[in-house]
């Protein structure tokens, strides 16, 4: 069963355009939801991560969004550049007295028209 | 560069075989973390360990054990290989056991032909 729901699958998206990629969670012990953008022949590499405290965190061109209630969080990439085309995935993580285990989304590629 | 290390970056092998994959996490982490990834399943979070005990386990075969050194090295060994364990093996540290961001490393790709 999946933990993380993440769609679309894939997007294309024109340079300047913003690009929005979606995940859900059923699972209301997660506590922490980590972006990783994973480029080919890479391994994934943190981009922006939020608490369910609050409903929004900004860092630079990128932007999560999270409903707590509606158990759904989203990565928004505003003024989209070539240089931004990768996988990315959303995941999330529950803080266990002895450890971290993450779930993952299927990964998103998106791919940014020049 | 994330500062983690995997060994080697690739890896062929036949069917029923074993094979170790070794990692050594960023200068000062000592939690661990294992994933595979296939492109069917995506990105499965296989098993933690910090400072040199398991703390965490995910979707791992028994088929597979890891573990970790005093020099906090880590290493995975897969064994009886099947044709469906072909996949990159991404390693990740972190510098506690609780702690949230991890830094992957380049990962091994494996065949099994």
């Known amino acids: 069963q999946q933990q993380v729901k993440q769609s679309p699958q894939s997007l294309i998206v024109q340079k300047g355009g913003i690009s929005i990629i979606n995940c859900a969670y059923e699972?209301?012990?997660?506590?922490?939801f980590p972006w990783y953008q994973q480029f080919p022949g890479k391994g994934p590499a943190l981009l922006i991560a939020?608490?369910?405290?609050?409903s929004e965190k900004k860092e630079g061109r990128f932007t999560i969004s999270f409903n707590k209630s509606a158990k759904q969080f989203s990565l928004h990439i505003m003024d989209s550049q070539p240089g931004d085309s990768a996988t990315y995935f959303c995941?999330?993580?529950?803080?266990?007295?002895?450890?971290?285990?993450?779930?993952f989304g299927t990964g998103t590629s998106l791919t940014v028209i020049p | 560069d994330s500062g983690v290390t995997q060994t080697p970056k690739h890896l062929i092998t036949a069917t029923g075989q074993r094979v170790t994959l070794r990692c050594s996490p960023r200068?000062?982490?000592?939690?661990v973390y294992w994933y595979q990834q296939s492109l069917d399943q995506g990105l499965q979070f296989l098993i933690q360990?910090?400072?040199?005990?398991?703390?965490a386990k995910g979707n791992i075969l028994e088929r597979f054990s890891a573990q970790q050194f005093p020099d906090l090295h880590s290493e995975l060994n897969l064994s009886s290989l099947e044709l469906g364990d072909s996949a990159l093996y991404f390693c990740?540290?972190?510098?506690?056991?609780?702690?949230?961001?991890?830094?992957f490393g380049p990962g091994t790709r494996l065949t099994v032909l």
């Open positions: 360990y910090y400072n040199g005990e398991e703390r």
């Open positions: 995941a999330a993580s529950s803080l266990t007295n002895t450890g971290n285990q993450f779930y």
């Open positions: 200068s000062g982490d000592l939690s």
């Open positions: 990740a540290s972190s510098p506690g056991q609780r702690t949230d961001t991890q830094y």
């Open positions: 939020i608490r369910p405290d609050v």
């Open positions: 699972n209301t012990a997660f506590d922490y």
